[in-house]
Antibody, heavy 118, light 107 residues
């Protein structure tokens, strides 16, 4: 069974950073890309970026360049997203999602709610 | 960026009814379109990919069609478990973009 287990909800201060994890199981981690998606009431669903763990290649939505950094650890089948210089605009639910390169997302994690507040 | 416009934004239908949701792309996306279902408090689930291919395990009452810039999701014989918000997504051109969603409720 394919499963993407994300880390827990986060409450962070403005200006700080947060790193979210997504542990994959039930498939060969390096055979798929990992996508990250933001869901907020005001902006709906937004694709943040993609990492291909096999070759450690990333691509980002221009809107999130400098905000999000994607990494992957092949030894633990875990993908990570770090969000930096957080503001209230970054408060949202963040999902990881699996897919083949340059296609749709066939499995999603359960989501991490990030709340930016002082 | 390709703009994805969904309609209607909300929809109320009765059990057993047929429902259609539309998705209009701002340019040709060559059938690189997926539909997702999101139930309250849950993550999105893939229903349809490549505009008309049914994801494994998805009930056959769901179907997708369309080409070019116009696409639709059809739900036959609406069931109570279909109450959810539905999103379209294009993966033809970066950045991948989503429609604003259609909230489906029971009448």
């Amino acid at each position: 069974e394919v499963k993407l287990q994300q880390s827990g909800d986060e409450l962070v201060r403005p200006g700080a950073s947060v790193k979210i994890s997504c542990k994959a199981s039930g498939y060969t981690f390096t055979n798929y890309a990992m996508y990250w998606v933001k869901q907020s009431p005001g902006q709906g669903l937004e694709w943040i970026g993609t990492i291909i763990p096999l070759i450690d290649t990333t691509s980002y939505n221009q809107k999130f360049k400098g905000k999000a950094t994607l990494t992957a650890d092949k030894s633990s089948n875990t993908a990570y997203m770090e969000l930096s210089r957080l503001t209230s605009e970054d408060s949202a639910v963040y999902y990881c999602a699996r897919g083949r390169w340059d296609t749709y997302f066939d499995y999603w994690g359960q989501g991490v709610m990030v709340t930016v507040s002082s | 960026d390709i703009r994805m416009t969904q309609s209607p934004a909300s929809l109320s239908a009765s059990l057993g009814e047929t429902v259609n949701i539309e998705c209009l792309a701002s340019e040709d996306i060559y059938s690189d379109l997926a539909w997702y279902q999101q139930k309250p408090g849950k993550s999105p689930q893939l229903l349809i990919y490549n505009a008309n291919s049914l994801q494994n395990g998805v009930p056959s009452r769901f179907s997708g069609s369309g080409s070019g810039t116009q696409y639709s999701l059809k739900i036959n014989s609406l069931q109570s478990e279909d109450v959810a918000t539905y999103f379209c997504q294009q993966y033809n051109n970066y950045p991948w973009t989503f429609g604003g969603g259609t909230k489906l409720e029971l009448k």
